[in-house]
């Protein structure tokens, strides 16, 4: 029965990734909120955009909420980005998971400001000066969907938020949107896990009379348990309104003591491999442990455009 459930598991990755094949470049930047294609966690950025199979705190909500269940029980997370010129990032998110027989849940809140700019009239006059921001809030909830008799790492996963998604230029627009996760159970001795998610599946913002859907992700992810202290993850990212991509990333841990632990992280992409010039898409970044507190920080060259960083601060316990 296990083998058949993750047939069919591959067969509708097949099928949710061919529908991006159908992209062509009249439909770049097609979508609007772009800002919820840009991940907040310091950790998956630093391997490459790759950790939608194997996200462990509440950064999950931003990429796979099925990855709730992989909480121990509650984490509280944060994390701030410094992204091109003056705009940044910041993420507030808290989960728990209240076990087998009930499930995990979470909320997070993602904010994207813009900075300052000035408002002008036709004669090039200031008007005055405006902030411009995207945000999202969202509750999310995840659960065991088979196996119910069989240990928690030989089940399947399904995990599923809504939220709301508002932009604030001169005049403000808001839509309605959810995404949708799954994860396998662990394969060949717990060393292999996959994932399949969907992000912002529904709703449309009008801007200045004219509506504009948010951007449809699709994400099939693979981590492979190489050992305990080392993994490699890729994953296919799929967004509507751009080629799909592939990123590759890996995850060195090294003990330093008890409950003490350095986490070095690698990746790359091929995303806007012809876009944008200079150094781009190599990734790096660091993590660090101490008992129930982990601190992460990942660079992403941004090639001609600048480099960004990212920093969070989370309790999982």
Known sequence: MRKESIT????????????????????????????????VSPRTSA????????MKDASALDINPACLMNLKKD????????????TSMNYLAYAQNMGEEVGAWGLSFKYFGWGKMD?????????KTMSPYDMSIGVTFATYISGFNADEEDR?????????????????ASAISA????LTPYMMDRKLRMSLSASNIMGTMKMDKEAFPLPLIIRFGVAAFVTDDFKVTSDIIAPNDSFMYLAVGS?????????TELFIRGGLNTKNLF??????????????????????????PYGELGNIHRISISLNY
């Not at 995850?251 to 409950?259: D, N, P, V």
Request: hydrophobic residues 40%.
């Open 8 to 39: 069919a598991f591959l067969i509708l990755c097949l099928w949710g990734i061919s529908g991006a094949q159908s992209f062509d470049k009249a439909s770049k930047g097609g979508a609007t909120a772009q800002f919820l294609k840009i991940p």
């Open 47 to 54: 391997m490459g955009e790759a950790s939608a199979a194997d």
């Open 156 to 172: 399947f996963v399904f995990g599923g938020t809504g939220k709301v998604v508002r932009t604030q230029i001169l005049n403000s």
């Open 251 to 259: 995850e060195a841990k090294i003990r330093i003591a008890r409950k």
């Open 179 to 182: 995404d949708l996760g799954f």
């Open 75 to 86: 984490s509280f997370y944060f994390s701030h980005s410094k992204y091109i010129a003056e």
């Open 119 to 127: 408002n002008t009239d036709d004669t090039g006059g200031k008007i």
């Open 275 to 300: 876009d944008i010039s200079g150094l781009k898409n190599l990734t790096g970044g660091l993590g660090f442990r101490y008992y129930e507190y982990n601190f992460d920080y990942s660079f992403s």
